[in-house]
């Protein structure tokens, strides 16, 4: 069993910064990469960013230069540093790893359960 916790969601002011954090646990061989997406009322799952083992990382263009992804390999945990918000950031932020429960099976892709982020004065 995998679990993903995702913490940090909330109300904020447009302008205003928030950090979502996200917990990988369970059983746990090895993490490929971990990443956030976000999913707004009536649009499809979107990605947001991204970041491998390596530490390379992935963004939106809609998000560059606001957002920041980082990790802790030590406690499997992702962060995204969510700065100048705007309301159309506005949506439900899912947490996801590629990761393996062996070492001899395929990455499978795990999700989180969501955190609400709303953007508005």
């Known amino acids: 069993q995998v679990q993903l916790v995702e913490s940090g969601g909330g109300l904020v002011q447009p302008g205003g910064s928030l950090v979502l954090s996200c917990a990988a646990s369970?059983?746990?061989?090895?993490?490929?990469?971990m990443g956030w997406y976000r999913q707004a009322p009536g649009k499809q799952r979107e990605l947001v960013a991204t970041i491998s083992n390596g530490g390379s990382t992935n963004y939106a263009d809609s998000v560059k230069g606001r957002f920041t992804i980082s990790k802790d390999n030590a406690i499997n945990t992702v962060y995204l540093q969510m700065n100048s918000l705007k309301p159309e950031d506005t949506a439900v932020y899912y947490c996801?790893?590629?990761?393996?429960?062996?070492?001899?099976?395929?990455?499978?892709?795990?999700w989180g359960q969501g955190t609400q982020v709303t953007v508005s004065s």
């Open positions: 369970g059983s746990i061989f090895s993490i490929n990469a």
């Open positions: 996801n790893a590629d990761l393996r429960t062996k070492w001899y099976e395929n990455s499978g892709s795990y």
